[in-house]
């Protein structure tokens, strides 16, 4: 299953993990019976989509973190337009500045909070059920293994920290201020849930199917050294 995967670089479009989550994967690579496909550590967003769209498409799990704000670059997706993506919480100039980039055509912008989410390619179905126990255990409940005939995939997400709500549309805003402040304290404080789950998550992996599984040489190049338990 490995054969292909090197410490830092998965099969997904972005090719790297988060950092927040790169110790993680790293470490779950290095095992013989896991390999991760794609994966988003999780992330406060502003994405505006053109309503000349049939329907709306979710956003892609692999964003190059924090550049659309750093950098005040415009990420375009299938017919819409980043207008912000931090793999972190954010302030309320961040986001206000953010939404001074949207388009003035017809369309929608949407701030949201996406969770972390990650595909994992197994190499069995027993190797499957049990990344999926231990998925469910550090409170990923809506995590499931889909069977195909080359591969068999688990997904681990949940659906309980996730926001999604128009606040820009056709160039004037449809909330207030202070609606949009209680956005942002609500993201920040569900993007700190969220990391104390995934970290739960590596934690449980740890004490169980990555417990004889050596940590990488990158990690402890490093100088991290194992990670605690």
Known sequence: V????????????????????ADML????NSTD???????????????????RCEADKLPDNVDDDSASVQGSRKRAKGGQWLLCKH??????EVESALEKASSDPGIAFFKHEPFVLHVQCRNVEAACQLME??????FRESGISIG???IIVGIRTSSLKIEAPVHENGRM?????????????????FVKNREKTDRFYILLRQSLLQSVPVPD????????????
Do not use: M
């Not at 896991?34 to 000349?52: H, N």
């Not at 972190?88 to 100039?93: D, F, Y």
């Not at 449809?174 to 209680?182: F, S």
């Open 2 to 21: 490995l054969d292909a995967i090197s410490c830092g670089a998965d099969r997904s479009k972005k090719g790297s993990f988060d950092a927040p989550i």
């Open 218 to 229: 990158e990690l402890l190049d490093g100088g991290g050294g194992e990670p605690s338990r």
């Open 34 to 52: 896991f390999v991760s496909t794609s994966s988003c550590s999780g992330r406060v967003a502003l994405f505006w989509e053109s309503s000349t």
């Open 149 to 151: 005939k080359k591969h």
């Open 26 to 29: 790293c470490h779950l690579n």
């Open 134 to 139: 231990v998925a469910r255990s550090a409170g």
């Open 174 to 190: 449809l909330v207030t201020k202070d609606y949009l402040q209680v956005l942002v304290r609500l993201a920040n404080d569900k």
């Open 88 to 93: 972190g919480t954010v302030t309320l100039e």
